[in-house]
């Protein structure tokens, strides 16, 4: 009984401790509280916002008079030819996309074998320079470089065609769908690969040299200290980008898709984003358009959460949770 | 013999020096094709439009005339969606990066309470997010709609920038912080006294991520404003883009008559070269910063 008590009141100081722990510091508390309002505003209320997707919300009648509807929205969006096309869309992006995950790590492999220190970093301040550029941006040059009529490639290709005998068919890739995913998946890598590399050749410069010295005396060539040196001691850091890059893989790229789509190719373009943002701010189906994002939103998470599980398993140190 | 000798540094086999040799190619041709699009793109623009329409301008202009430049800088509408950009880019990064560093420092000193609380849940936006629908309908709510603000506050801080600043933060020895507390220095005071300036090189990377991520964007302009005064930069290229006779609105927009001598093309090329100077320009420090911020950013907290 009285063991009791003093637990109790062991508690209550404990608590009142903290209490005034938290009174002794409550400037930090000031000091964070417009970040906590930003994140409760801007990413917790929308968060929660995402109910409107089981309800019959209306933009004239607003949140006060809806009615909760269940998975009605749901059902809708799987009878639609245009979100099964770009539900088919996105998987198919996201998928060819993450292919391309092992390239940055190539390409760092590549730089870093580079003996002359100078001309690593003229490459690497070089290749980084597409990622600094919009898709809007990317979308122009690709106009200038595509043009049929006065454009690089098309005179390229027709260069080819006569001097080399090949035979290229010349076409408008901005606006044929035959070639829209190769077209998609060229710019993609031309454009990201770059920023890619940054943090893997930083967790390159970071291996212990003394490895590779020991390594040479044992006679291990080049190639052999890539497998057994480098590629070790970069797993970690491959690890814990793939589970961001996971995280990330239903976003088939609204930002490239948004600018390189045209009516010609809609069908080949059309991604889950872009048809969240068609439907929902075009057509003003808010309800409608909120069920397709959350679809999406709640099959990223599950991944993410997934490799992570599985990421834990492997190396508890590269999980990001 | 003699030969092994004169070889400096580590001795490298012959299979190395050819392995060396096809790498450089190698790069160098990866570079040609990072860099020669946009190359191109600015010596198309300064070409004569007649000439770089029948091909040719690949490597240098085809004739010389700014012509086009000068139409696009004569029309209004230019200069009001590049003071937009420019103010978004210059109060939406300040904005941005006072909010991270001030949310960032609490949750960087051990003492805090609620420390794990807190950073869990700005982490978890990292993986969840609602949707540009309910972001919408928040904004709207708030009556941000069509005004400035909402060009700088919906998405003024990101997690992983804030996280970049909070692992920077506490890379700083706790003794510095305690001791200015003994003096008797509120946290306010210690940030910006003692704890930023510290860590600037951080907080440059992440004032430029923040930066050029302003610059760059177009979706919150898109979406929650629709009044020409508040065009972006990026919108109005878009638009441009879009538009199959662009030039012959520019050129009416300027009470000029269109005489055919301005190509589409060329009007297209020169927006673009103006929306990508200003990154141009800072990208010696850009380039510089991003690679140490990101790779700062490599390391997990």
């Known amino acids: 009984m009285s063991e009791r008590v003093l637990m109790e009141r062991s508690r209550s100081q404990r608590i009142k401790k903290t209490f005034r722990e938290i009174i002794a510091d409550y400037p930090l508390y000031i000091m964070i509280l417009p970040g906590l309002l930003y994140f409760i505003i801007f990413h917790y209320l929308p968060m929660f916002g995402v109910s409107i997707a089981f309800t019959d919300y209306s933009i004239v009648k607003g949140f006060g008079d809806m009615n909760f509807v269940g998975w009605k929205w749901f059902d809708r969006l799987f009878s639609r030819k245009s979100f099964t096309d770009a539900l088919f869309n996105n998987i198919k992006y996201s998928l060819l996309k993450l292919c391309c995950f092992p390239l940055p790590i190539l390409l760092s492999i590549i730089i870093s074998e580079v003996w002359n220190n100078k001309y690593k970093r003229v490459v690497q301040t070089m290749v980084i320079m597409p990622s600094f550029l919009s898709w809007f941006i990317v979308y122009g040059i690709l106009k200038a470089l595509l043009n049929v009529t006065d454009g690089v490639l098309p005179a390229l290709m027709t260069w080819m065609n006569t001097t080399l005998g090949t035979n290229f068919e010349i076409v408008n890739f901005m606006t044929n769908k035959a ?40 006679g291990a060539s080049r190639m052999k200290q890539i497998r057994h040196i480098l590629l070790p001691s970069l797993l970690p850091t491959i690890i814990t980008l793939f589970i961001f890059r996971v995280g990330k893989v239903m976003d088939a790229g609204f930002d490239q898709m948004f600018a390189l789509s045209n009516p010609l190719v809609t069908s080949a373009a059309d991604i889950i984003d872009t048809y969240v943002y068609r439907v929902g701010l075009e057509e003003a ?37 | 013999m003699a030969k092994m000798h004169a070889v400096q540094g580590p001795k490298h086999t012959r299979g190395e020096k050819i392995g060396q040799v096809i790498i450089r190619i190698f790069l160098a041709l990866l570079v040609f094709i990072m860099v020669y699009p946009l190359w191109y793109v600015v010596m198309y623009s300064i070409s ?147 704890i930023a300036p510290i860590v600037v090189p951080s907080i440059a990377a992440v004032a430029l991520f923040y930066g050029l991520g302003n610059w760059n964007s177009y979706l919150d302009g898109l979406i929650y404003t629709s009044s020409l005064k508040l065009q972006l930069m990026q919108i109005y290229l878009r638009n441009v883009l879009a538009a199959t006779s662009s030039v012959n609105a520019i050129m009416s927009s300027v009470g000029e008559q269109s005489t055919g001598y301005l190509s589409q093309s060329s009007t297209e090329m020169a927006i673009v070269v103006l929306t990508v100077l200003p990154i141009m320009i800072v990208y010696p420090w850009l380039s510089r910063f991003y690679v140490s911020g990101l790779s700062v950013g490599a390391v997990k907290g």
């Open chain 2, 48 to 194: 004569d439009p007649r000439l770089a329409m029948q091909g040719g301008a690949f490597l240098w202009p085809k004739g010389f005339d700014t012509y086009n430049y000068q139409m696009i800088l004569k029309t209004n509408q230019i200069w009001i969606s590049l003071r937009n950009s420019v103010l978004k880019t210059i109060v939406g990064t300040c904005i941005s990066v006072v909010l991270s560093l001030m949310t960032a420092y609490p949750l960087s000193l051990q003492r805090f309470r609620g420390r794990k609380f807190f950073q869990g849940m700005f982490f978890f936006t990292m993986l969840f997010h609602g949707g540009i629908i309910p972001t919408y309908l928040v904004v709207k709510n708030l009556g941000l709609l069509d005004s400035f603000l909402a060009l700088v506050i919906p998405g003024a801080m990101s997690a992983y920038n804030m996280f970049i600043l909070r692992n920077a933060l506490q890379a700083v020895p706790a003794s510095l912080e305690e001791s200015a507390r003994m003096d008797g220095a509120g946290p306010f005071r210690i940030l910006m006294q003692i």
């Open chain 1, 179 to 218: 070639t829209f995913t190769p077209y998609v998946l060229i710019t993609y890598a031309w454009k990201e690969i770059g920023m890619g590399t940054v943090v893997y050749l930083a967790a390159i410069v970071a291996i212990d040299q003394q490895l590779y010295e020991a390594a040479m005396i044992d």
């Open chain 1, 285 to 321: 189906k808010f309800s409608q358009a909120t069920a397709a994002g959350l679809f999406k939103s709640a099959i990223g998470l599950c991944l993410v959460l997934f490799t992570n599980w599985m990421a834990r398993k492997v190396d508890p140190d590269s999980a990001i949770m």
